[in-house]
């Protein structure tokens, strides 16, 4: 109870709440093709919008936490998340503010914003899955034969030969592919906030991507990834400890 408390307290939870409402009404309107639930996800989605404006804020902050990471490429895809400034005067757009913003050309804009702030964000994502794989696969190699450490220590020590060997080539190459694999489940279930992040990226990926045309989903797959990933989202917001830090 006390953590749904401080989680309505927190300014991202109605803007959270307000898109998951958005992405269950998105294939229901379309599948229903009722105009007054079509018309409810438009207001949904610019109440979303007027709530997003302090995130500009949460995302400048970490932007400027960022800088003094000494990982380059950590540094460029946290940068990346400002695209939330372009969402902004799309909002002042539509609410008739800024009532000479081309709206469709913002929408536009602001997907491929979108797009490439996720890639960034997977990228970073992919950074830390190769670190932590790295000092798994080196703790793994330092451990004793017989502990059982349930990813066998080394991709090397394979037990098969080399390529010019009659045990080596194709099963060596699957074995090797084998052990990353355990090793890479092994990384993730350790860490749950990085397995959150990446499937909340991976979900909200589908959606700029059918937005832009690139990749048509349709209205059923955009929503289900869009309330998986906000309900994911609400997720590390109740529970802090889940969320992603760098």
């Given at each position: 109870?006390d953590?749904?408390?401080?989680?309505?307290?927190?300014?991202?939870?109605?803007?959270?709440?307000?898109?998951?409402?958005?992405y269950?009404?998105?294939?229901?309107?379309?599948?229903?093709?009722?105009?007054?639930?079509?018309?409810?996800?438009?207001?949904?989605?610019?109440?979303?919008?007027?709530?997003?404006l302090?995130?500009?804020?949460?995302?400048?902050e970490?932007?400027k936490?960022?800088?003094?990471?000494?990982?380059?490429?950590?540094?460029?895809?946290?940068?990346?998340t400002?695209?939330f400034?372009?969402?902004?005067?799309?909002?002042?757009?539509?609410?008739?503010?800024?009532?000479?913003?081309?709206?469709?050309k913002?929408?536009?804009?602001?997907?491929?914003?979108?797009?490439?702030?996720l890639?960034?964000?997977?990228?970073?994502d992919?950074?830390?899955?190769?670190?932590?794989?790295?000092?798994?696969?080196?703790?793994?190699?330092?451990?004793?034969k017989?502990?059982g450490?349930?990813v066998?220590?080394g991709?090397?020590?394979?037990?098969?030969?080399?390529?010019?060997?009659?045990?080596?080539?194709?099963?060596?190459?699957?074995?090797?592919?084998?052990l990353?694999?355990?090793?890479?489940?092994r990384?993730?279930?350790?860490?749950p906030?990085l397995?959150?992040?990446?499937?909340?990226?991976a979900?909200?990926?589908?959606?700029?991507?059918?937005?832009?045309g690139?990749?048509r989903?349709?209205p059923?797959?955009?929503g289900?990834?869009?309330?998986?990933?906000?309900?994911?989202?609400?997720?590390?917001?109740?529970?802090?400890?889940?969320?992603?830090k760098p």
């Open positions: 109870m953590a749904w408390v401080c989680f309505s307290a927190q300014g991202q939870a109605q803007e959270r709440l307000c898109r998951a409402a958005q269950v009404h998105s294939p229901l309107g379309h599948a229903l093709q009722r105009h007054g639930i079509r018309q409810l996800e438009g207001h949904l989605s610019l109440g979303r919008k007027l709530l997003c302090g995130n500009s804020a949460d995302a400048l970490s932007a936490r960022a800088v003094h990471l000494s990982d380059v490429v950590l540094r460029l895809c946290i940068t990346a400002l695209y400034a372009c969402d902004n005067v799309l909002w002042a757009g539509k609410s008739g503010l800024a009532p000479r913003v081309d709206q469709e913002g929408a536009q804009r602001s997907f491929r914003y979108y797009l490439f702030s890639i960034m964000n997977l990228g970073r992919a950074c830390e899955i190769r670190l932590l794989m790295e000092q798994e696969s080196s703790a793994c190699s330092r451990r004793p017989g502990s450490s349930g066998p220590g991709i090397e020590t394979g037990g098969l030969g080399g390529p010019g060997t009659p045990g080596g080539g194709l099963p060596q190459l699957a074995l090797k592919l084998q990353r694999v355990l090793l890479l489940a990384v993730l279930r350790g860490h906030p397995l959150l992040d990446v499937v909340r990226n979900c909200d990926l589908f959606i700029p991507l059918d937005k832009l690139l990749w989903c349709g059923g797959i955009v289900l990834c869009g309330l998986v990933s906000s309900i994911l989202s609400i997720l590390t917001l109740i529970c802090p400890w889940l969320r992603l």
